[in-house]
């Protein structure tokens, strides 16, 4: 019945290769791959099966289930009874069964023999594992399932399988001439197949003996000669091979196919070893491989050639690229490594001195002269491949000292209008220019009660109104971009006293200084027109997204209110916020004076005639 089989397989085949239209020649140097399957899994590995000349005993064997008798077959998670104690509880066994071929089919001439000279052919049924035992039976549960588990079924001790890595794809050589390296033939295959294509498992009539390991490879091969094929597909060789308009054609004998050259049909990768034996499964398939054809260990690949190591790239920056001496610079490495690996940074400079730390670092400019100053930065990643970039700080004279201005005070140490008015105009200087430093000096006259002391005060008062009256009273922090967007700020200035247009634009100076997206002026008085104008000749801060309110998302950028307005619920007109934080600005020092403006108050000895 199986000979019938096999001949419609073929005949079939015959008849689906005649509709099919000829292609284009293939090349004799490799091929396309008609199937491969991936690396063998847990599976692949453990449900081959296996021909070993080393027999499994039959002391321990399945008896019965938890059904019995009205279930003779056992899956997964289903109870079963073993023949034969002494397991421990949570051992793992392993279950096999003895295989025969009930047709007693010959796939080629003498394959009963073959099988026998390596052993036995077993077949793997699955893991399980003991529960508990009773008396002379141990009970076990079935944790994998290759197939079915019957009474009669042998088990043996479980142990690992070592998975094969799958080997990168290499050319296949469908005219491969022989390698001289071991040969074999495939005896048998899994389930009794004759035809395996790609995934299928076979067993070969070589082993460990011949030095066969896991993870190897052979490649299938099949020749033309009528001792070597099964019979029905010799019978192809009697039929005429002439076509009726030749006349006389000359005949190739069969007799000679064995000068014809071999063909490679596919590849298959060693699972599972035994001394005579191994399992393998094919990995690929140009054409269904048969029970009998032969087989020959393959070259391992050549190594790939080395990755290519391409080293990181880097730009080098500084900010501000201008200073004055004795003044620092921020420089920043901007690097990157193509291929992924961790970067350290350093730094190098012509002239001053500089402290890094990860990819930024501080330039010194104290103690060095005009004229630029080189910085390398380097960045090195962990295969010690480096880059480096040059950047420059063009290093400027100080600058000349010159008094601003002069406030005279009448025996007293308080800043009156007058004086407030002259330290309007210095703090207007001084936001306008953001290199400007000042320094306050105080006096007292000959004859002033107070002396030194007095002279301190009024140092320390002037000082007191430049940074306090003419600076940041607080700040309103929000955030109006998605997440992971800046920090804005909104500048608060509080007037207690008479206010004017020179408020407005005072403060219009800190929030440009300062950068801030929207400045507040709140007094006690209501605002003039003139500061309306002014307030309003500031322009507008568009905000990403619009409130309710104000759907343009336009806010004004410099607002006025009065405390009477606060008190009576008009709120300011800022962008929606999830989160909005106030900061009270320090007493002492406007923020400014920690980049840009440095007050400070020192004590001169009294001079004659003017008091100060």
């Known amino acids: 019945m199986k000979n019938l089989a096999l001949v419609l397989v073929l005949l079939a ?67 079963i009874y073993i023949q034969g104690g002494g397991f421990a509880d949570g051992t793992e066994l392993w279950v096999v069964r003895r295989l025969r071929d009930p047709n007693r089919y010959q796939a080629f001439p003498g394959q009963t023999l073959a099988i026998s000279a390596v052993g036995e052919p077993y077949a793997d049924l699955g893991r399980v594992k003991v529960v508990a035992t ?53 005896i048998m295959g899994r389930d009794f197949d004759v035809i395996m294509g790609a995934g299928r498992k076979a067993y070969l009539n070589v082993g460990a003996d011949q030095g066969v390991k896991i993870g190897d490879y052979f490649r299938i091969v099949r020749d033309y000669q009528i001792s070597k094929m099964e019979p029905v597909d010799a019978l192809s060789y009697k039929a005429t091979t002439a076509e009726d308009t030749q006349k006389n054609p000359p005949v190739f004998l069969p007799a000679r196919a064995g000068e014809l050259p071999r063909r490679s049909l596919g590849e298959a990768i060693v699972l599972n070893v035994s001394p005579r034996s191994s399992t ?63 970067l350290a940074y350093s730094f190098a400079v012509s002239a001053g001195s500089i402290a890094g730390e990860d990819n930024t670092a501080t330039l010194d400019t104290r103690g060095t002269g005009t004229g630029p100053i080189n910085v390398r930065c380097t960045v090195t990643d962990d295969r010690n491949l480096s880059a480096s970039a040059m950047t420059s700080v063009n290093v400027e004279a100080p600058a000349q000292e010159s008094r601003m201005s002069e406030c005279v005070f009448n025996r007293t140490a308080r800043v ?5 008015a002259i330290l309007d105009d210095v703090a207007l200087q001084l936001q306008r220019d953001p290199e400007a430093k000042a320094v306050v000096v105080g006096q007292s006259g000959p004859g002033e009660a107070g002396g ?21 009273d607080g700040r309103l922090y929000f955030h109006d971009e998605a997440e992971g967007g800046e920090t804005k700020q909104i500048i608060l ?52 997204v619009g409130s309710q309110s104000t759907p343009s998302g336009n806010y004004p950028r410099l607002q006025i209110r009065t405390i009477e307005e606060l ?41 004659r005639r003017r008091k100060r």
């Open 13 to 79: 085949a015959v008849a689906l290769m005649a509709q099919q239209p000829a292609g284009p020649a293939p090349q004799m140097a490799a091929t396309n791959l008609t199937e491969r399957v991936a690396a063998p899994t847990m599976s692949d590995v453990y449900c081959a099966g296996f021909i070993t000349n080393q027999l499994v005993p039959e002391t321990n064997f399945v008896a019965a289930g938890w059904a019995t008798p009205h279930q003779t077959k056992y899956a997964d998670r289903d109870y």
């Open 134 to 186: 009773r008396g002379n039976i141990t009970i076990a549960q079935v944790e994998f399932a290759c197939d079915a588990i019957n009474p009669g079924d042998l088990v043996m001790s479980y142990s690992e399988r070592t998975i094969p890595e799958y080997r990168r794809a290499m050319p296949f050589d469908r005219f491969a001439l022989p390698n001289g390296k071991l040969q074999g033939r495939i």
């Open 280 to 342: 393998v499964m094919v990995t690929y398939s140009l054409e269904e491989a048969l029970v009998g054809d032969e087989v020959e260990m393959e070259e391992p690949p050549p190594p790939l050639p080395p990755p290519v190591q391409n080293p990181p790239t880097i730009v080098c920056s500084a900010d501000p690229a201008t200073v004055r001496v004795g003044e620092s610079s921020r420089i920043t490495s901007d690097a990157s490594s193509p291929d992924n690996r961790p």
């Open 416 to 420: 009156d209008n007058r004086c407030k």
């Open 452 to 472: 030194e002391r007095l002279a301190a005060q009024r140092a320390a008062n002037t000082r007191t109104y430049l940074t306090r009256d003419k600076g940041i």
């Open 493 to 544: 200035s509080v007037k207690s006293g008479h206010v004017s247009v020179r408020d407005v634009r005072d403060l219009r100076g800190v929030i440009e200084r300062e950068k801030a997206e929207i400045g507040v002026l709140i007094t006690l008085e209501e605002a003039t027109r003139p500061m309306g104008v002014e307030a309003a000749s500031a322009g507008f801060y568009k905000a990403p």
């Open 567 to 607: 008190l009576n619920g008009k709120g300011l007109e800022i962008p929606p916020s999830a989160n909005v934080t106030f900061r009270r600005a320090p007493r002492a020092e406007m923020p400014v004076a920690e980049k840009q403006l440095t007050l400070t108050g020192e004590v001169e000895a009294p001079r």
